[in-house]
């Protein structure tokens, strides 16, 4: 059962565009999600994280949107760069050491 | 920033040996994990581990497989027998509190790629 799900699989954009990326989940006790962005070669990194009793978290180009009512979330690159191209996963957890990452989405930033 | 070392970086056995895969954490870090990823798809999570002990298991932590740190060295991840669908990347994370939190940030190593043969 996937716990994590995330929309669509891979994202292309032209520079400058803002670059969407969806992510849904089932289980109603998370309730802290991270988002980490990955590089080829290399392990996740902490991008930006939300927790349930917000609906917004901005940091620069880089925002989440959180809707709990639909179990959704959404993270929005405005000004997308080349040197964003990697694969973002979307994360939750209830709060424990348990973090479930969702399938992921691949980014790609044309120049 | 702080930095999770993972040894090796790549690794071919034939199936059915044992393999290890050694993981440095960070150093004042006290809760450490293992995930599995193919074809650079989903993370998928394997074990935590805290104070010597198992915390929580996936199911696709099989009989097989088992970690360790003794004595605060390395924390490793022991598959014996190897079998074919255990080759992927595996990763090693470590937080110096809960990891679901949001106070405390999973950092990861650049993983060990295990081909099974």
């Known amino acids: 059962q996937q716990q994590v799900r995330q929309s669509p699989q891979s994202l292309t954009v032209w520079e400058g565009e803002t670059a969407i990326l969806n992510c849904s989940y089932e289980?109603?006790?998370?309730?802290?999600f991270p988002w980490y962005q990955q590089f080829p070669g290399e392990g996740p990194a902490l991008l930006i994280s939300?927790?349930?009793?917000?609906d917004k978290k901005e940091d620069g180009r880089f925002t989440i949107f959180f809707n709990k009512r639909e179990k959704k979330l959404s993270l929005h690159i405005t000004d997308s760069q080349p040197g964003d191209s990697a694969t973002y996963f979307c994360?939750?957890?209830?709060?424990?050491?348990?973090?479930?990452f969702g399938t992921g989405t691949r980014l790609q930033v044309l120049p | 920033g702080p930095k999770v070392l993972q040894i090796p970086s790549h690794q071919i056995i034939d199936m059915g040996q044992m393999v290890t895969l050694n993981c440095d954490p960070v150093?004042?870090?006290?809760?450490f994990y293992w995930y599995k990823q193919i074809l650079g798809q989903q993370m998928e999570f394997l074990v935590n581990?805290?104070?010597?002990?198992?915390?929580?298991k996936s199911k696709l932590f099989k009989d097989q497989f088992s970690v360790e740190r003794p004595d605060g060295s390395y924390f490793t991840l022991k598959i014996q027998p190897t079998a074919l669908e255990d080759s992927a990347v595996y990763f090693c994370?470590?937080?110096?509190?809960?990891?679901?939190?949001?106070?405390?940030?999973?950092?990861f190593g650049s993983g060990t790629r295990l081909t099974v043969l």
């Open positions: 994370a470590s937080s110096y509190g809960l990891g679901g939190s949001s106070a405390e940030t999973l950092y």
């Open positions: 289980d109603s006790t998370f309730n802290y």
């Open positions: 939300i927790r349930s009793v917000s």
């Open positions: 994360a939750a957890s209830p709060n424990t050491n348990k973090v479930v």
């Open positions: 150093s004042n870090h006290l809760y």
């Open positions: 581990f805290y104070n010597g002990k198992v915390m929580e």
